[in-house]
């Protein structure tokens, strides 16, 4: 009986609900998932579950412990994609509400993985278990808010996926603590800490599930007239999932967001080393310098998507990228080197992030805008596929290109020149597909727009 | 007849307070990293 709560029809809201309660549910997803960014802050502590102070003979190295983030953000492309016309049936409650249990079991799993010092229990759990959490509870949250701000789909979209971002700056000081609260001279604290934060996201998640509506039929923001004619790229018509995966306007902006994620990608993955390296500053500014380059990502997301709603997603794209284009051509003569300037360095780099950000955030807003609300979740679950690639090739092109260089004895400070030039060659591709998107013809819209069940009108 | 029931402002700002009160803990920690780059 419990579970007909979950039901599609139970979630629609009543008269006179505000939408307003609907990004607070969509946040709470958000904020939780986007721990995902901060399992970094395990990967040590990982290493030293039974020499506990180093290393020891039969403890998990770094890379056997680093696949547990690349299995988490592999499965959330997959899981967003298969399970998106799941997501158009069953509706966005029932989605977040597995989300959060699947999150939570995953951390349990892993906790118990840690306990036998089972690596395979850890990749199961917070990798594939918790993988699926991640994409059913991205999606979700960002498909709803578009339906119930069809008047300001950048901003809403921007409020959720900020909260992607900022959920890192959460669970980072929140793993960090809890590690440090339960270590001991004979434990590093992780497992107690998996179960203590397995419980945490459940409660919270399960908060935006509770709290989470969808439109009933029909209806629209008060004062709001949908337009009748489609203008630029903004459809009037819905596109179904299979006949938009088919459009060249799927791909070209799938094109695009992948092209802004890798380049996003090199600069995080190396951005630690790349201004010690460049500028000599010790590790621990270093790390001053991630924690800025967090900032620029989490605000991004909701700057430029919130902007998209007044100057249109095509232009909106055309700007982040050829920002990007300067932004990443000029980043390597900023060194000690050339010009010497690390406030010069440091502001680029997080405008850089500003637009990786940006790129989450819009995509979902042109998406809407092209192929309608109809099946948006499903058409949104098949383009983050976009960001699993991304998370293969951006690590892979930076690592493979800066060992390269080095290897043919370049200095570490250079090395970065070769790295940051592929990415500018990246983002022309990503301008110039963007420039090709043109509206959905008529040929792929819908014939008539019935009703999908809860999650999909 | 209308039945309709408006959603109440205090629920509202219940509802953005708890997701916002990790949110700018989360901030607060980040904001704190991120001086140490200019100390």
Known sequence: ?457 | MNEEKKSSLLAIALAWLIVCIPAAWGVYNTVLNAMKLFH
């Open chain 1, 1 to 457: 009986m419990a579970f007909s709560f979950l039901a599609p029809d139970r979630a629609v809201a009543r008269p006179g609900f505000s939408r307003w309660l609907v990004p607070p549910a969509a946040l709470a997803v958000h904020l939780s998932i986007g721990q995902v960014y901060a399992f970094s802050v395990f990967k040590i502590p990982l290493t030293r579950l039974i020499g506990i102070t180093h290393s020891a003979p039969g403890d998990w190295t770094q890379p056997q412990v680093a696949w547990i983030f690349s299995f988490a953000i592999g499965v959330l492309g997959l899981s967003a994609a298969l399970f998106g016309p799941w997501l158009e049936r069953e509706g966005p409650r029932k989605a977040m509400a597995y989300a959060s249990a699947l999150f939570a079991l995953g951390f349990f799993i892993s906790s118990f993985g840690v306990h036998l010092h089972q690596l395979w229990l850890v990749y199961f759990g917070y990798g594939i278990i918790g993988g699926i959490g991640l994409g059913l509870g991205y999606s979700a949250p960002v498909a709803t808010l578009i339906r119930w701000f069809p008047d300001r789909p950048g901003l809403a979209t921007g409020m959720a996926i900020m909260g992607f971002g900022g959920g890192a700056m959460i669970g980072s000081p929140l793993g960090v603590k809890l590690m440090a609260f339960f270590r001991t001279s004979t434990n590093v604290g992780v497992e107690k800490t998996f179960l203590v934060m397995g419980a945490f996201y459940l409660c919270f998640m399960a908060f935006g599930a509770v709290l989470v509506r969808v439109p009933r039929p029909g209806w629209k923001p008060e004062g709001w007239e949908p337009k009748t004619t489609a203008s630029g790229m903004v459809t009037t018509h819905g596109v179904a999932v299979g006949p938009a995966f088919r459009t060249p306007q799927f791909w070209l902006l799938w094109i695009v967001l992948c092209m802004n994620t890798t380049a996003g990608i090199g600069i995080l993955e190396q951005a630690s080393p790349m201004i010690q390296d460049l500028f000599g500053i010790t590790a621990i500014a270093a790390g001053g310098f991630v924690g800025v380059l967090s900032l620029f990502n989490m605000a991004g997301r909701f700057f430029w998507s919130a902007v998209s709603d007044y100057i249109g997603r095509k232009p909106t794209f055309m700007i982040l990228l050829g920002l990007a284009v300067i932004g990443y051509s000029i980043l390597p003569y900023t060194s000690a080197a050339h010009m010497n300037s690390i406030g010069l360095f440091v502001l680029t780099a997080g405008i850089m992030l500003s637009i990786y950000g940006a790129g989450f955030s819009t995509a979902p807003a042109y998406l809407k805008d092209l192929f309608g609300t109809y099946n948006i979740a499903a058409i949104y679950g098949r383009l983050l596929t976009a960001w699993s690639v991304a998370g293969i090739l951006g690590p892979v092109l930076v690592n493979y290109m800066r060992e390269s260089q080095l290897k043919h004895g370049v200095d570490r400070a250079s090395a970065y020149q070769l790295v940051l030039h592929i990415m500018v060659g990246l983002l022309v591709v990503g301008f110039l597909c963007n420039l090709l998107i043109r509206a959905v013809p008529e040929k792929y819209w819908l014939k008539s727009e019935a009703p999908a069940a809860a999650g999909g009108h």
